[in-house]
């Protein structure tokens, strides 16, 4: 076989000459033309409660990179104090390509065909990259048809008038702010007119930028996958965002200088808020890095030898597992008004968040002065010895 064909581009032009002798109708040649996804749903330790994580769609998915990050559920979850062990969904996919039916019936397939190990008790997905509460709705309509009865419980994320919870989407980044605002407290660093940088305008890059807008510092620069934009005067988070709805992309945005995701993440400013991928801040890149705070918005931006050398610069880094575990932590919220049937106050679901992340902002904070530790460091021993203890506690049977 040459190097130019693989074995299924061989098939494909073989079905594209039979079609055309056939003269097979679109549709009928379309059906034939099967693209294969392929789907993952990874469940690391359940000892603290059901599995919960969330499903991402992106090209690049593999079973490497959501084992990791379901891992980083199960530290999360116990970091927090929450009653879950961690679990993660992808599907090697580009959204971006698809149409919503594309999309709606890839997230129906996926759901059946991982049916028997989903449910309230045992493992309950959420939103991540490239998935939102639509993807959320479409879950929780095929999980309830397979059962025969509406089962909201069943995943969290969902829209507010199916039993979503108040303040879902809003949460990881909020659970963010809080954080880079306790750490500013310890470095004596004031919030108003404090400068942020956040990489990736999603979700939780968006919503971080507007709240720590809100919370009065300047956001000077975002980006998202086409590039990223600077402005010293500060950036409004929402013009940036009507933009982006527009033309697709943060970049050409008025009075902006257009900058690259790697200048972002070296934008002399003192808080940085990685809110896209993982491995950003690597050890080639760590050294740039000026930032006085980093609040990982996004799951496993940092690479080890980069925590390494930011914590030799004192940078501080507040990590994954701490800085972004408000979304969980309102998806559990979540889970709960479900199961009692129950809806809270948008108050009374940011008042909880907020007692939840700073008391384990605090523990970690702690931990690691004692152990002389990074912050990383310090929520992974706290995350892991609970999950080990418990582990211990219930032994290993069969
Ligand atoms: P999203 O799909 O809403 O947004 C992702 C953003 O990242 C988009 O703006 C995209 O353009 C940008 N992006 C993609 N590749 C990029 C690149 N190479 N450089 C710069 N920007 C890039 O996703 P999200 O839900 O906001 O998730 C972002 C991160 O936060 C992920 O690491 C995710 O695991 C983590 N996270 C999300 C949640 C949640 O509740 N959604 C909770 C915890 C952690």
Not at 29 to 58: E, S, T
Not at 92 to 111: F, I
Request: hydrophobic share 40%.
């Amino acid at each position: 076989m040459t190097q130019e064909h693989t074995a299924l581009t061989v098939a494909l032009e073989q079905l594209k000459i039979a079609a055309e002798k056939l003269q097979l109708d679109p549709g009928i040649h379309a059906i034939c033309n099967i693209g294969v996804f392929n789907g993952y749903r990874v469940q690391h330790w359940d000892v603290m409660g059901p599995f919960k994580g969330g499903l991402r769609y992106h090209p690049n998915v593999t079973l490497d990179e959501i084992t990791a990050l379901a891992m980083w559920m199960t530290w999360k979850c116990a970091v927090i104090g929450l009653p879950y062990g961690g679990a993660k969904g992808g599907i090697a996919c580009n959204p971006k390509t698809m149409s919503k039916g594309e999309l709606e019936r890839l997230t129906r397939r996926y759901v059946s065909l991982i049916f028997e190990y989903l449910g309230p008790h045992r493992d309950v997905p959420a939103p991540d990259v490239y998935t939102d509460a639509q993807t959320m709705a479409w879950i929780m309509d095929t999980y309830s048809q397979l059962k025969g009865y509406s089962v909201p419980e069943s995943v969290t994320g969902k829209p507010i008038e199916i039993g979503g919870s108040e303040g879902r989407v809003c949460a990881t980044s909020l659970g963010v702010a809080f954080c880079a605002r306790e750490a500013a407290k310890i470095l004596n660093l004031k919030l108003k007119n404090a400068t942020v940088a956040v990489q990736g305008y999603g979700n939780v890059g968006y919503n971080a930028a507007s709240i720590m807008h809100n919370m009065g510092c300047k956001i000077i620069a975002v980006s998202d996958s086409t590039g990223g934009i600077y402005c010293s005067n500060g950036i409004n988070p929402h013009d940036v965002r009507v933009h982006k709805t527009k033309t697709g992309s943060v970049i050409n945005h008025k009075d902006c200088a257009n900058i690259t995701n790697e200048e972002l993440l070296q934008t002399e400013c003192d808080i940085l808020i990685p809110a896209a991928l993982e491995n950003q801040i690597r050890k080639d890149n760590a050294d740039k890095i000026k930032a006085k705070i980093v609040a990982e918005g996004a799951n496993g931006p940092t690479t080890p030898e980069a925590d390494k050398a930011l914590y030799e610069k004192d940078v501080c880094l507040i990590p994954d597992i701490l800085a972004n575990s408000g979304g969980v932590t309102v998806s559990y919220f979540e889970w709960v008004q479900n199961l009692t049937r129950e809806h809270w106050t948008l108050e009374e679901v940011n008042r909880k968040l907020e007692t939840k992340i700073i008391k384990a902002f605090n523990d970690v904070q702690k931990l690691s002065k004692k152990e002389e530790s990074d912050m990383r460091t310090a929520a992974l021993m706290l995350g892991v010895g609970r999950v080990a203890h418990a582990l211990k506690t219930l032994g290993l049977w069969p």
